[in-house]
């Protein structure tokens, strides 16, 4: 066969998800330990004490970040971040991580201390152990992979796949508000391009800014589910978006689900800022991105519990699957949900 | 102060060792759940049922592998390998492993293909579940990272840190030849680059090419040291090539070791191919990497189990601190043994 008989799908074809399925479909898993595999957002094992609890993200300069506005120290912390909300949105407490880095030789020691720095106040915030990694060097850019890994007791873990019609549909913080901060980064950066001399302007921006650069892991929701005896039927982080990462949860439980426009929360900042910038507040939820709040699903026996619980907002309810995913909006209309995954392709 | 008074400290001033040992300094374990952290070719965590020993590993084009002599298919099963010879080196059994890979657009799906059936080949050799991973797009060139999982019952893993004075110090296989296996591909890129009309001539050549594009992780040792209950004192994988990771050994147990030079495996073909590029053979055994044999040590009551193991070779003796680390030479000559380490920065 020649080479140009080779055919040539571009990645783009296929989309995050579509490849993730694509490579995953060759897969199967065949030992005893593995529980649960690719598909949700992390592995559980079984090693005869309690189940562990394994997830991996990879960031990469140019691609997850911008260093002209990510600074180093918050880059650590958000790094270590976004891998600990994996482990929460399993219902499970993060414990350790492995850090991996490739730096280029235009990063000096005091930066990568810096980034270090960021990644030891996470872990000292969270009580996590870094416990291994990799340090390389890169042709350009840096990349940094973490995994992260933590436990609870298996019959508490919580799946994608587990939500029931009939089930209410909470979300914990508010969304939306990391993308408009990102916005707001990346507009300072051009302002900054365009004139060095202009100073950014971000002093009454610090929440939205705040949430993009140094998000939080809801580890309260989930030691507040160890408390109150509330074990989600469904779980997941919203690190894509309301709409991708509700999607998955309906798609891996055979469910439908309609949401609320009204009930979802949307910070009074962001709402302003998204007006702003022209935007309509409930896509920057819907497809923002990056909150790294969770969303869950809980039997409507657990209702009362739910409502006790700070910062936790009823948004919608899971429905059969024939009804689809739709977003009733606050005009009255039903909207289907579809997603947007990423597109860096 | 002004950006002018912030101290630069270039990365290649650390070297790669003494970098690591500057982060991994800030760090310190504190969960009962963590044995073991950095320190080691995995850490070790307990869950309450058997240990779970993680390793790490990330891969980048240009510093690790080059796309023109290292196919897309060996580099997937290679990624694992070196990850599971890791665990390998804990005497541990591999179990798992996530794979979490950053691609350009040049890449095609077809070519990611290629590089997951790699993966798939090495974890079908090996018994090892795929469980997760992320699949991210990257600025420019292809990135793997990988992180593998295993274990064996607490008193069976082994340590760098447990060699004693009088241990015998192993080899499994042979040293050398994925150096000098690399050196030929490199050798056969310029004379393609110089005239892209020219054959690389390797068909001779396959033992050493296979080396570095194939190599192996020494699982059967581990299941060797199982079934003639055998446990090694200490046991390191040489990635970094004898010396160094025997230093790694010495460093980690407080002891010296002698190396005779004449014991060292060097494959015939390494040997020969070692003379034709003019280089010392053993130089090539001692700073060549990438091998993915493990050096272990034994007490000398259990040197009858190690005689009867295949393909393993007693090269030396762990001696008192104070007499340093020395390859005694075939000419009868002492020299010390220094480290490589990389120097990719």
Redesign the interface.
């Known amino acids: 066969m020649s080479e140009q008989d ?9 989309g ?1 998800f579509g ?2 399925d ?3 479909g ?2 199967k ?3 005893k ?2 529980i ?3 598909g949700d957002d ?2 559980v ?8 609890v ?5 960031l ?5 970040f911008d260093l002209m506005y990510h600074p180093l120290k918050h880059l650590g912390y958000k790094a270590v971040i976004v891998n600990l909300s994996d482990i929460c949105a399993m219902n499970a407490i993060p ?2 991580v ?1 850090v ?4 280029s ?1 235009r ?4 930066a ?2 810096e980034l ?2 960021g990644i ?1 106040v996470a ?1 000292e915030a969270y ?15 840096l ?1 940094i ?1 973490i ?1 992260a ?1 933590g ?1 609870n007791p298996m019959e508490k873990l919580a799946y994608r796949s587990g939500a029931k019609v009939g089930d209410i549909l909470c979300v914990t913080g508010d969304l939306g508000s990391a993308y408009l901060g990102l916005q707001i980064l990346e507009r300072e950066k051009q302002v900054f391009l365009a004139n060095p001399d202009m100073q950014p302007e971000l002093s009454e921006k610090k929440y939205l800014v705040g949430r993009q650069l140094k998000p939080e892991a809801r580890l309260e929701a989930v030691q507040y589910f160890e408390k109150s005896n509330l074990i989600p039927t469904a779980m997941i982080d919203v690190s894509d978006g309301l709409a991708s990462d509700l999607l998955h949860i309906c798609k891996a439980s055979g469910v439908g689900a309609f949401v609320e426009e009204a009930q979802v929360p949307i910070h009074d900042e962001a709402r302003m800022q998204a007006i702003e910038f022209k935007l309509d507040p409930i896509t920057c939820a819907l497809s923002g991105g990056e909150d790294y709040e969770l969303l869950f699903t809980v039997d409507p026996k657990d209702l009362e519990k739910v409502r006790f619980m700070n910062s936790v907002y009823i948004i919608g309810e899971i429905t059969p699957k024939e009804d689809g995913v739709t977003l009733h909006t606050s005009g009255g209309q039903i909207h289907p949900v579809t997603a947007q995954g ?1 597109k ?2």
């Not at 080779?6 to 296929?14: A, F, N, Q, V």
């Not at 094992?45 to 562990?52: A, I, K, N, T």
Request: net charge negative; proline share 3%.
């Open positions: 080779i055919p040539r799908t571009d990645i783009g074809e296929l995050e490849l993730i694509h490579l995953a060759g897969f898993n065949k030992r330990e593995t649960k595999g690719i992390a592995a094992l079984d090693y005869g004490g309690q189940p562990v394994v997830s991996t993200d990879l990469i300069e140019g691609i997850h414990k350790q492995t991996s880095i490739a730096i030789n990063f000096s020691v005091e990568i201390d270090y720095d030891r872990c009580d996590i152990d870094l416990v291994g990694g990799d340090t390389t060097s890169s042709p350009s850019g990349m992979s995994t890994i436990s990423w860096h392709f």
